[in-house]
């Protein structure tokens, strides 16, 4: 097996043009990669490209941060049953060592991995103004961090790369460092980013890329995570005083029209263009749509709906009477030639677009809200629900129509804060890893099988008699981790395989 199986695959098979007008740049895919990055302008179009394959990870990062949580669920399809060994059985707890998605998901990943190493190696020959330098190095160890932050939640420990391989014969001996490597190797890139990138940049044209706000946010959601507090608070902190804000409306955050994307309260989103045919466009709207929505959900009868993501029963009795946010995010039902089917929806990323199919709305994995709460969090876990914790938390509910909270008990208040961040960042791939950072894996194992229990009591979507097997939402503490694709494994035993799989 190649390396680029282990690792990734070479620069020249992904490299290409990218959403937005930074992205929107030459496709230097016909240029080999000994005569590339010679200069300033062809080590950006191939930052491009690695901004261009996170997208591909974005795509279905939904079936890792919220099908396998008491988020949402699945418009289950009865007379077609292709999905179960695969994208259904993060829903039902059911992941095995041979699921495809595992495995494409790892290769993806090191795949963005090799190509941020290959240009952050490359570009120290290249032709660079001091400050394109800068920024670039500064964006590719961002990206890579943010790409170790998901892997280490993911599967444990895991393989550290930060450099390239020559030949193949190196990536056979490669073994799984410790997750506190791991998290060393994220907090290091994250600073080092932070150093380099600018608090916003000067180019219209340049909006959207990572910024110093991105990389001390990422670096403050990796102390919480870590549970090292005092330097959450400490990082966070920094990012108050950048110039963000929240939106006054809950739903300017999601709207891809060009007066409100990237705005105020964005940090860092991924890049999508719709409306064209330029390869860049999202279409979360049609695979969350219900499965038999026609167009009463995407308004085009000719775009398949995929039926996932499906907001539970749980989570649409959670928002409080009067919450602003709840018919942002979700709808309870849709009506399709009068009559009402009772099959939500989430309905946070569905805004008009012209072409079936292809919409504009950028996924948003940063937002200020989310840098607030976490603040709230590591405060009261610091040193107790205090007003300054409060405060943080009320902003949030302020905006979504609610009275403000006066919890002064710790626990109560970490357990408030965590539905806050349930509704507040529903449906925006958060709660997995919520779940897992507040919970140790036998509370994790329990709350999910006792959610588990809910829904084969009462499905939140009809099954259309498809009975449940007798794996289905049946949670054990291994499954905290997703196991190592099987493939991985057969190409080099000596990764090891996670415990219970």
């Not at 595992?102 to 400050?131: P, Q, R, S």
């Not at 030949?167 to 890139?189: G, H, M, N, Y």
Request: net charge negative; charged share 20%.
């Amino acid at each position: 097996m190649k390396k680029v199986t282990i690792l990734g695959i070479a620069l020249a098979l992904f490299l290409s043009s990218c959403s937005e007008d930074f992205l929107n740049q030459t496709d230097p895919t016909k240029v080999g990669v000994d005569v590339f990055y010679k200069n300033e302008e062809q080590v950006k179009q191939a930052l491009n490209g690695v901004y261009s394959q996170v997208q591909t990870l974005t795509n279905t990062g939904y079936l890792f941060g919220e099908f396998q949580t008491d988020n949402t669920t699945i418009d289950l399809n009865p007379s077609d049953r292709g999905g179960a060994g695969g994208w259904e059985a993060f829903e039902f707890g059911t992941v095995n060592s041979g699921n495809g998605e595992i495995n494409t998901l790892w290769n993806n990943y090191y795949a963005t991995m090799y190509n941020c190493n290959l240009t952050l190696e490359k570009m120290v020959a290249a032709t660079m103004t001091d400050n394109g330098r800068k920024e670039v190095e500064g964006q590719l160890k961002f990206l890579r961090a943010y790409l170790y932050f998901n892997l280490v939640q993911y599967f444990g420990d895991v393989i550290i790369v930060t450099s390239t391989l020559d030949t193949p014969d190196p990536a056979f001996d490669l073994v799984r460092s410790p997750q506190a490597q791991v998290w060393a190797q994220i907090e290091k890139d994250l600073q080092e980013a932070a150093a380099a990138l600018p608090d916003k940049y000067a180019a219209a044209a340049d909006k959207g890329r990572a910024t110093k706000g991105a990389a001390l946010s990422l670096l403050g959601k990796s102390y919480l995570t870590q549970k090292k507090y005092a330097d959450a608070v400490t990082t966070l902190k920094q990012v108050t005083t950048l110039g963000y804000a929240l939106n006054a409306n809950y739903a300017d955050n999601f709207d891809p029209s060009p007066a409100k994307k990237n705005g105020v309260e964005s940090i860092f989103e991924i890049q999508y263009q719709g409306d064209n045919d330029l390869g860049e466009w999202s279409n979360f709207e049609y695979v969350f749509a219900p499965r038999v929505s026609k167009g009463a959900v995407t308004g085009y009868t000719a775009g398949s709906n995929g039926g996932r993501n499906v907001p539970t029963n749980d989570i649409m009795a959670a928002y409080e009477k009067g919450d602003l946010r709840k018919d942002i995010s979700l709808k309870p039902d849709f009506t399709l030639d009068g009559k009402v089917y009772p099959v939500p929806y989430v309905f946070k990323y569905n805004y008009p677009h012209t072409i079936v199919n292809r919409t504009n709305t950028n996924w948003p994995v940063l937002r200020y809200a989310d840098v607030l709460l976490m603040l709230a969090e590591s405060i009261n876990e610091q040193s107790g629900a205090n007003a300054e914790a409060l405060g943080y938390v009320n902003q949030i509910r302020k905006r979504a129509g609610l009275a403000d909270l006066a919890i002064t008990d710790k626990v109560a208040f970490r357990t408030a804060v965590l539905k806050e961040r349930r509704l507040e960042l529903a449906f925006e791939n958060h709660r997995w890893f919520d779940l897992k950072r507040t919970k140790t894996p036998a509370e994790w194992a329990a709350f999910m099988n006792a959610h588990g229990a809910q829904e084969r009591a009462k499905p939140t979507v009809d099954r259309g008699n498809v009975p449940f097997n007798s794996t289905d939402y049946v949670y054990t503490e291994n499954e905290y981790f997703l196991p190592l694709p099987a493939p991985q494994i057969l190409i080099n035993p000596k990764l090891a395989q996670n415990p219970g799989y």
